[in-house]
């Protein structure tokens, strides 16, 4: 019962009047008319070409001319002035003065007379003397009357007319010479942009709201406010949109509840049926080439649909498709078509793309989608082929649907081809069901046929049998031995077989890699890659290089690795099937080394680039690896409330597909937020829940990330000890893996520890590593147990154009500490001023060094000025020019400011002085 009073309470605030958002330029303009165009008893007293007091809006249905009327009306009354609405209606259009006929007097004197009732609706609505604000919505609906009464009560200077007409319908005259005879100004109004309308829904929804959902909601709404409010209503209630972890999340269902059929639907019910039918088969098959859809319906109902802005049309010459204008009326259109037409409908697309020459490696898969949701009988390989194609789009759903039909139809027994096939099938459906994270299930239809796969002489099929049951046990389920027992089962059917053994071993380097041994990964996977074109598979080649190239990044030598990314760019130009991602997994690990090497501050944009790029991917899982790698190096820049979105985004998409743990290592980064910003109780939560997602297993990938969640769980808790102890017993569990392994026995040093082990054991792996971020820790770890203040300076600097600004700030504080401890007045306010800058960089958020005591330098706000001004160049005759003082008050305060910050020089300033934030924006 809470839960759902709950979804009730959502459902109402949604469902109440959306914030006024998106129109304020238009507002701003139709209200500035009002005010300064005066009203005159004539247009000829009237400049020519000059606008009168008024406006007529002109817009397509369901973009929030109502509201503006609405907003403006309001806009009115609140300055004092009388006003009146009409809603003109179809229905009222049928009798005369029909929808004005509320404002006319009850004792008006025969209402046939057109005479006299024009001097009545002036005599009511002139009142007090002053115009009135005539609101007139739906014009378009007026009959003749009603709209000659709104021109001469605009000519007459009797009401000030804004009017709203619905784009593309028919206007009565008297409307149109509103502003054709520029008695009133034109306003037209565009479909809100998608950052508008992104805008929009997170302000009604209120709260976080995942910048997925906002995207896809978007998208689908197409600029349309009132779509977007019904199909926000209609998403909350049937459950599809949702607040959890404290953020709106939308499963991507289109909801068709009734209101939104009903607001979608009015502009379809102009339509014929030959018209309706036309519509269905370009939401059926879109993107449609013409000469298909000419040829399964009338060439004038797709012409009307065009010309009614229902359909459009993308490309040109050969690659012309037809497309829906909105993605809403497709979905309503076919709500509205029975099943057999529906039927009918498929099968006649599909015939005609079999028949008519459009047949490609494309056009199979979409025709042998068709057949199958029209039941139409189909061939075992052509199934295949298009569950192949479904997989590759990362369709799932479809791909399970496909493979399912295609075993279905291969019926029992048959040949070795047949039987072939159905081993193929059953490898894809598994594929299909490790995507909707159905992994046992996966797991259980592979076991099945892995006899007859280890016995065949199908190189192909054992590629992708492998490289599945790969992903779906090892990954997925985290079973590392089964994989390496199927890997001996193989050896010992194929003894001495041409290519057998070199296959096997790419596959038992990554098992290696998987179990945090890269050292002896590199030593087995490294010939595959050396080994000539032809002696090792396409795909177990790709595998070789991923493995080698992310063994050496583990290892700390890049310039190695480098290499081997460009072998595999390479292939993804020369490859096939999965080869074809070799390129996006070579730039995957180059980023992945970079966030290793500490370039943040390099890699943050790239980053953001590729998530919004990948936003709308169907491949959830990549998807979601983007999101989470942003929102890690968010948390390692200091930009925590920025993070916390993109995690949560990454949550959403793992829980749908979870590999390799994935789910469980973004919410151990997110358990270090919380605790990062004082919330111990939050960040246990998410650690508890990220030791559930992983079980006993997890890539040593993330051991780095587990492991700082409990050490900042324990320092939120005031424990520093078992912090300390935790981070160095972190470090020690993957000792080979030397980058992660230094970033925690940093870690250590960060929550307390100052043992003279970890400054040895840094120094060595820097003293191996090929990147420079070893080596920047071994400094900082030195430099903080010598008490070297200017070290440490050093340090914050080296550490500030990395991105990394919090690390920066704690040596900067660090090094405030060093320099009072040597007696060096000047040293601590130098440093305080920049571990204050620095601060004033990222969000609030506690670490045992931040939290070191230390007196703020305060400049006052003249002496900022002078010092900025400083900073930039200026001499000091400059400044005082520029400030409109004396030179002696600019010596003066610069003087005062030099003291302060403990500097000599002009060109120290810079940056110690606090960041100048852009009124409005946050920090």
């Not at 420079?772 to 300076?793: C, I, K, M, N």
């Amino acid at each position: 019962m809470p839960e759902q009073a709950g979804t009730l309470g959502l459902e109402a605030r949604a469902r109440a009047p959306w914030p006024f958002a998106g129109r304020a330029e238009e507002f701003e303009i139709i209200t500035s008319v009002i005010t300064s165009s005066p009203i005159t008893s004539s247009p000829d007293d009237r400049a020519a070409g000059t606008p009168g007091c008024g406006a007529v809006l002109v817009a397509p249905a369901g973009v929030g001319k109502t509201r503006l009327l609405a907003e403006v009306r309001d806009w009115a009354e609140q300055r004092g002035m009388r006003t009146a609405t009409v809603i003109a209606t179809e229905a009222a259009a049928r009798t005369p003065y029909g929808a004005v006929l509320h404002l006319l007097p009850p004792d008006t004197v025969d209402p046939m007379d057109r005479t006299t009732w024009h001097a009545s609706f002036a005599a009511a609505l002139r009142g007090g003397g002053g115009p009135t604000l005539l609101v007139v919505d739906e014009a378009q609906h007026l009959d003749p009357g009603s709209a000659a009464l709104v021109l001469q009560l605009a000519i007459e200077g009797v009401a000030v007319p804004v009017v709203a007409v619905r784009r593309g319908e028919q206007v009565h005259d008297s409307i149109t010479a509103l502003w054709k005879n520029s008695l009133v100004l034109r306003v037209d109004l565009q479909p809100f942009s998608a950052t508008e309308m992104r805008a929009l829904i997170s302000q009604a929804l209120g709260g976080s709201v995942s910048s997925r959902a906002l995207t896809r909601l978007a998208a689908v709404c197409d600029g349309n406010v009132l779509y977007a409010r019904e199909l926000v209503v209609g998403a909350i209630q049937a459950g599809s949109l949702q607040q959890r972890d404290g953020i709106w999340t939308w499963d991507e269902q289109v909801v068709l509840a009734p209101r939104l059929v009903e607001a979608v639907g009015a502009r379809l019910t102009m339509l014929t049926e030959q018209q309706r039918e036309a519509l269905a088969v370009v939401a059926l098959g879109e993107p449609l080439p013409p000469q298909v859809a000419e040829a399964v319906v009338a060439p004038s109902a797709l012409a009307a649909l065009e010309e009614l802005g229902l359909i459009r049309t993308v490309g040109a010459d050969l690659s012309t498709v037809l497309r829906l204008a909105h993605p809403l009326h497709g979905e309503v259109a076919l709500s509205e078509l029975g099943g057999l037409a529906r039927r009918h409908l498929l099968t006649r697309l599909a015939d005609v793309v079999d028949h008519d020459g459009w047949r490609s490696d494309e056009s199979v898969f979409r025709t042998v989608s068709w057949r199958l949701e029209a039941g139409d009988p189909q061939s075992p390989h052509d199934l295949l082929r298009a569950a192949v194609r479904a997989n590759q789009a990362f369709d799932s759903q479809l791909a399970e649907r496909l493979a399912r039909a295609g075993l279905a139809s291969r019926g029992s027994g048959g040949s070795t081809e047949q039987q072939s096939v159905g081993e193929a099938l059953t490898v894809e459906l598994a594929l299909a069901l490790m995507r909707d994270n159905r992994h046992a299930e996966a797991h259980t239809l592979l076991e099945q046929v892995e006899d007859a796969v280890v016995a065949s002489a199908d190189r192909r099929l054992q590629d992708a049998y492998l490289d599945t049951r790969f992903w779906v046990c090892g990954l997925g389920l985290g079973h590392v031995d089964e994989v390496r027992h199927l890997l001996n089962r193989y050896a010992e059917a194929h003894p001495g077989a041409d290519g057998a053994e070199p296959g096997l071993t790419a596959y038992r380097a990554n098992l290696l890699l998987w179990e945090g041994r890269p050292a002896a990964a590199l030593a087995l996977a490294e010939p595959l890659v050396e080994a000539e074109r032809g002696e090792v598979s396409e795909l177990q080649r790709m595998l070789a290089l991923e493995t080698c190239s992310e063994a050496l990044v583990s290892l700390g030598l890049h310039i190695r690795a480098a290499r081997l990314w460009d072998q595999l760019r390479a292939m993804a130009v020369e490859g096939t099937g999965r080869a074809l991602s070799a390129g996006a997994e070579a730039d995957l690990q180059a980023l992945w080394a970079a966030q290793l090497d500490g370039r943040y501050d390099e890699i943050l944009p790239v980053v953001s680039t590729v998530r919004d790029r990948l936003e709308n991917s169907p491949d959830v899982v990549t998807r979601g690896l983007a999101s989470m790698a942003l929102g890690r190096i968010l948390v390692m820049t200091g930009q925590l409330a920025r993070a916390h979105g993109f995690l949560l985004d990454a949550v959403a998409d793992f829980r749908r597909v979870d590999l390799g743990g994935t789910l469980g290592w973004t919410m151990a980064i997110l358990s270090v937020t919380a605790a990062q910003t004082g919330r111990p109780e939050e960040a246990r939560r998410w650690r508890d829940q990220a030791r559930t997602a992983l079980g006993s297993t997890f890539n040593p990938r993330q051991a780095a990330d587990l492991a700082a969640a409990d050490v900042w769980l324990a320092v939120a808790e005031g424990d520093s000890t078992t912090a300390c102890s935790l981070a160095l017993e972190g470090a020690e569990h993957y000792p080979e893996l030397q980058l992660a392994r230094a970033w925690q026995l940093h870690l250590a040093v960060r929550v307390g520890e100052r043992g003279p082990r970890v400054a040895t054991a840094l120094r060595e792996i820097a003293d191996r590593a090929e990147c420079t971020y070893p080596a920047l820790l071994a400094d900082h770890v030195e430099s903080l147990r010598a008490g070297d203040g200017q070290g440490l300076e050093e340090v914050a600097e080296r550490f500030a154009e990395r991105g990394l600004v919090v690390l920066a700030a704690e040596a900067a504080t660090q090094a405030v500490t060093a320099h009072r401890a040597r007696g060096s007045t000047d040293g601590a306010r130098r440093a305080t001023a920049r571990a204050t800058s620095l601060t004033a960089q990222f969000d609030a958020l506690k670490t045992p060094a931040l939290e070191a005591p230390q007196e703020l330098v305060e400049l006052s706000r003249r002496e900022l000025d002078v010092a900025r001004l400083a900073a930039d160049g200026l001499t000091n005759a400059a400044i005082a020019d520029r400030l409109v003082v004396s030179v002696r008050t600019v010596e003066s305060h610069l003087y005062q400011a030099f003291a302060k910050l403990g500097v000599e020089r002009r060109t120290e300033l810079r940056s110690l002085l606090p960041a100048q934030v852009p009124p409005g924006r946050d920090r």
